[in-house]
């Protein structure tokens, strides 16, 4: 068996990520070793696994796996798609949040804690949180909680963000994945966030305590562990008051499109009732016949294929760009406690890039398929009218993210491309249903089309050869 | 109330100063074991209230339950 270590697993020294074809393993370095059998020896392992708030695992021992340094290795539950904080909607994010500062608690209790609070170690199964990284439960250590500022800076400050400013700022996180600093996230927040006391005492004073207090009396006197690290644990209850500051901030913030829900159901409806029956049953059709393990919805909007493909069992992603209709999607899949719908926030003409060191921490969405099969349903005119992306490049991007392919052809006469030929005339000539099946028949096979009735639309069915 | 005393604590105490490059979280750090002091103070004047309002209320209880109640 061949493992390779993953790219982006080179912080932490008690353990790092490999990955072989079919799985990932976690190897388990000396400076982990006693942390490690304390999470399994106290209980809590159990504790947080039964209650699906870590990731469960089993221990490996296939030859291969373990490297010369390692002294154990585990093999985490497999998850079908990794997400970053960038791509969730608010309340995934608010939620991620309030798993983190669960798992600190729960682990307090247990003589431990979280030795870093980093938005990536938490992971989606449709709408539930789950924590991945297993090694970041450490022993309990004297002194504050050296995650807190981390904590911060990945949750608090770009939630606060987006609830007071613009949910757009979400975004800004690409820019720094390693959180927003927090002197950035200050300046940019309202005024006003200055009354709210979640928002005041840990992004807005802590912004001005970074640069005032380290160099005064109380930070040098006992380095970089703070006041109390020289005097052993900190106090039970000081810990907890942290922890209920912190989880009041976090809830303390919301965030709703305008308009919820009824803004998006409300909106012209672009098909005959008959049409929208009769591609409801094509896809319906052929997602039976090609039973898909996991299908990524692009253009999801409300959401309507998504749950048609998750109804034939497949694990599925809805992506749109809409902060709006994902936090909508996210909001009523979760209430229905879904476990296999994940809706992300991803515009397709400009799709999460690789990032951090080496360009390797942080995958491209790309490169984390592909999906076994792609809905683009009526979304190829917004790329190719809307966003001026030839037709041979959506057909190459396309083929890249997956396997198979269900699209629709929307045609330049139609109400839905007009409005964009209008604004982008240049484009019309190119954009022809000849052009189309050109372009995509030079990376996937037609299996099968049809005219969507009482419309001028067109589903193709593609497979890649 | 921790705001409000954390603010002043801000405002009065610490010079307008930094330097360039010590610890990035020194700064933070050090804000947060002043802030679990403060907060924590508070969450333990929240539970000595709680407990004193318990035994107030027992207290008053047993005291208005004695006329009507069964004789030991």
Same mark, same amino acid.
């Given at each position: 068996m061949i493992v390779r270590r &993953? &790219? %982006? *697993?080179?912080?932490?020294? !008690?353990g790092y990520v490999v990955h072989s074809d079919d799985a990932i393993y976690r190897l388990l370095m000396p400076a982990g070793r006693e942390s490690y059998e304390q999470l399994m020896a106290s209980g809590l392992y159990a504790r947080l696994t039964e209650s699906g708030l870590l990731v469960p695992h089993e221990e490996v021992t296939q030859p291969?796996? /373990?490297?010369?340094? !390692?002294?154990r290795a585990i093999k985490p539950k497999h998850l079908p798609l990794v997400t970053y904080p960038y791509e969730w909607s608010f309340s995934a994010w608010r939620d991620a949040a309030l798993l983190t500062l669960r798992i600190q608690r729960l682990a307090l209790q247990h003589g431990m804690m979280l030795k870093d609070a980093s938005a990536f170690n938490i992971q989606f199964e449709g709408c539930r949180p789950i924590f991945i990284d +297993? /090694? *970041?439960?450490e022993r309990l250590k004297p %002194? $504050?909680?050296?995650a807190y500022r981390q904590f911060c800076q990945q949750f608090l400050a770009p939630l606060a963000l987006m609830a007071?400013?613009?949910? #757009? /700022? =979400?975004?800004l996180f690409r820019v720094h994945p390693e959180g927003i600093p927090l002197d950035l996230a200050s300046t940019l927040l $309202? *005024? #006003? +966030?200055? !009354?709210?006391p979640g928002v005041l005492l840990h992004v807005h004073l802590h912004a001005l305590a970074e640069t005032r207090l380290r160099s005064s009396r109380a930070a040098r006197r006992t380095? $970089? &562990? %703070?006041?109390g690290g020289a005097k052993g644990m900190r106090p039970t209850h000081q810990n907890e008051a942290l922890l209920d500051s912190l989880e009041r901030a976090i809830r303390a913030l919301s965030w709703t499109p305008a308009g919820g829900w009824t803004s998006y159901e409300r909106q +012209? $409806? *672009?098909?005959s009732e008959r049409a929208m029956s009769h591609k409801l049953g094509i896809v319906d059709a052929w997602l039976s016949r090609l039973r898909p393990q996991q299908v990524w919805d692009l =253009? !999801?909007? +409300? =959401?309507r294929f998504s749950r048609l493909a998750l109804k034939h069992g497949a694990y599925t992603v809805a992506l749109d760009e809409d902060p709006g209709c994902v936090e909508m999607l996210y909001r009523r899949e979760r209430e229905a406690g879904g476990g296999r719908l994940l809706p992300l926030v991803v515009d397709l003409a400009a799709p999460s890039p690789a990032l951090g060191w080496a360009h390797e921490e942080r995958s491209a969405l790309a490169d984390r398929g592909p999906a076994d099969l792609l809905l683009a349903l009526a979304i190829v005119h917004h790329l190719a009218i %809307?966003? =001026?992306?030839?037709f041979a490049q959506i057909a190459q991007y396309f083929a890249r993210l997956g396997r198979t392919l269900i699209i629709e052809f929307v045609p330049g006469d139609d109400p839905l491309a007009q409005p964009l030929l209008q604004r982008a005339p240049d484009h019309a000539a190119g954009y022809t249903q000849q052009a189309f099946e050109d372009a995509f028949t030079r990376q996937f096979r037609i299996e099968e089309s049809v005219s969507i009735t009482d419309s001028t639309r067109s589903l193709y069915l593609m497979v890649r050869p | 109330m921790p705001v409000i005393a954390l603010s002043l604590v801000f405002i009065l105490l610490f010079p307008f100063s930094a330097y360039a490059?010590?610890?990035?979280g020194a700064g933070s750090m050090a804000y947060q074991a002043l802030l679990a002091l403060v907060l924590g103070a508070g969450f333990m004047a929240r539970q000595i209230l709680g407990r004193f309002l318990i035994a107030a209320r027992d207290l008053f209880r047993r005291k208005s339950s004695t006329p009507a109640g069964p004789k030991e």
């Open positions: &993953a &790219a %982006g *697993s080179f912080r932490d020294p !008690a291969g796996v /373990l490297d010369r340094s !390692a002294w +297993t /090694l *970041s439960i %002194g $504050p909680w050296r007071y400013r613009d949910v #757009r /700022l =979400g975004r $309202p *005024s #006003r +966030t200055w !009354a709210r380095g $970089p &562990a %703070g006041p +012209t $409806p *672009s098909y =253009g !999801a909007n +409300t =959401g %809307g966003r =001026g992306i030839p | 490059y010590i610890d990035p």
